[in-house]
């Protein structure tokens, strides 16, 4: 049965690439959500010292709490790519935003409901996760879709500074909310301004018509969109499709263990130092870094070198010479350094954006949605294995060298799998393939 004529008209629509100034509105746009997505993110990890000490937590079942969310997050990746595929990355987003800026909204109403603190805080953050998950496997889908070849790794790269953009947010304000206010008020700080951004969204750039005809299509099951169908079997052969999974798998996990560590690090190390300081300084440095990596990657590319070359190249910074300095974490007792080396660690792989993120396009364009999803999948997973176990070598050592090294090696692991694998010819053609 041919669809309807108005139906294949929003499906051509769907398809064409954003003008100029719709990129650009979009490009903001999208950089605000990411940084709203990482301030409700990072609101636990900030809050985790002060939680554990007003409901009893140890090292273990903060560990627990903190790793919760890529439990549910790892649930979703796949979900999320492929209805972005389908029915619009931007509409994903706005949905999935709605339901975990509400959930970040009323988590301090969650923790007091009961005396069970350790189990309502873990379960809404694996909410939190499954509503999260979607985002950046949908956000994938959307600019491959609707950006041009030569100008994603940029895009890619200012959207992806969103994460540093939300932590160094939460870092700045979430330090002075909780030593004025408490821990409560930086959920209500991070909830609030995403259910402001989900209206403006709603109001300035979606329609109604098209968040019904969305909805409709996710209640009836229909296909909406020519690259609903994927092509398992072709991804799969392809070495360099796992050589991008590995390598996507390894950059998330180390992110993760980072993100959800480094503040309980400096608090306890460095008692005295100024929260302010280790929560926003290297979220400072990694906002230029990210804009540096994509516009880097696009000159190069743009002057003639081999799209391949230039990932991993990127990569070589974002997974290689960032573990160098996390390293140095583990074995220095100043904290001037240990926020040298924190920032050049957390800025460092930010060229990951311009690496494995949008090789995941150049593999896949057509379903670089569900492909992202796989792959990030994979490191949610990790992300709970790794944030899990290094609590628990942080309270079975006694010291935070094992974690650093833990973090470099699976890095180092990403790394080489991505040097000797990883391609930029795309696999999802059954005919002809073009060398990117």
Not at 326 to 335: E, K, P
Not at 416 to 436: I, K, N, W, Y
């Amino acid at each position: 049965m041919q669809p309807p004529p108005d139906e294949t008209r929003r499906d051509m629509a769907g398809d064409t690439q954003w003008s100029r100034p719709e990129c650009q509105a979009w490009t903001g746009t999208l950089l605000l959500g990411t940084c709203l997505l990482y301030c409700a993110r990072s609101s636990m990890p900030i809050c985790t010292v002060s939680m554990s000490q007003d409901f009893g937590w140890n090292k273990k079942e903060a560990g627990i709490v903190l790793s919760s969310f890529f439990w549910g997050y790892c649930l979703t990746q796949v979900v999320g790519g492929h209805l972005g595929d389908r029915i619009g990355g931007e509409k994903v987003i706005l949905l999935s935003a709605s339901a975990w800026g509400s959930i970040t909204a009323i988590t301090p109403l969650l923790a007091h409901l009961s005396s069970a603190h350790l189990a309502l805080m873990t379960s809404s953050r694996i909410l939190m996760g499954l509503l999260q998950g979607v985002y950046f496997p949908a956000l994938t889908s959307l600019l491959s879709q609707k950006v041009r070849e030569s100008e994603r790794a940029f895009t890619y790269s200012i959207v992806g500074a969103g994460s540093q953009f939300g932590t160094l947010l939460t870092g700045a304000v979430g330090s002075l909310l909780l030593e004025w206010y408490g821990w409560q008020s930086i959920f209500y700080f991070s909830g609030g301004l995403t259910l402001l951004w989900v209206w403006y969204v709603y109001r300035y750039l979606l329609s109604e018509k098209d968040l019904i005809l969305a909805l409709g299509v996710l209640a009836q099951g229909r296909p909406v969109s020519r690259h609903s169908r994927v092509p398992w079997r072709r991804l799969f052969r392809k070495p360099a499709v796992w050589a991008a999974i590995v390598s996507q798998l390894s950059a998330a996990c180390s992110f993760f263990v980072l993100l959800s560590w480094l503040p309980t690090f400096f608090k306890e190390t460095f008692p005295d130092a100024k929260g302010w300081i280790f929560n926003v300084v290297p979220w400072l440095v990694a906002i230029p870094a990210s804009l540096f990596s994509g516009f880097l990657s696009d000159h190069l590319i743009n002057q003639g070198y081999r799209a391949i070359t230039v990932r991993k190249l990127m990569q070589g910074m974002g997974l290689g010479l960032s573990s160098v300095f996390a390293l140095c974490l583990g074995h220095t007792s100043s904290f001037c350094e240990s926020v040298v080396f924190a920032s050049a660690s957390i800025g460092l792989q930010t060229f990951n954006h311009s690496g494995i993120s949008v090789n995941i396009q150049d593999l896949a364009p057509s379903c670089a949605g569900f492909l992202f999803g796989v792959a990030n999948t994979a490191g949610a997973l990790a992300g709970v294995v790794g944030v899990c176990l290094g609590g628990y070598l942080i309270e079975t050592t006694g010291s935070w060298t094992c974690l650093f090294n833990l973090v470099a090696i699976i890095s180092n692991v990403g790394l080489c799998t991505f040097l000797v694998f990883g391609q930029a010819q795309r696999v999802d053609l059954s005919s002809t393939h073009e060398d990117l």
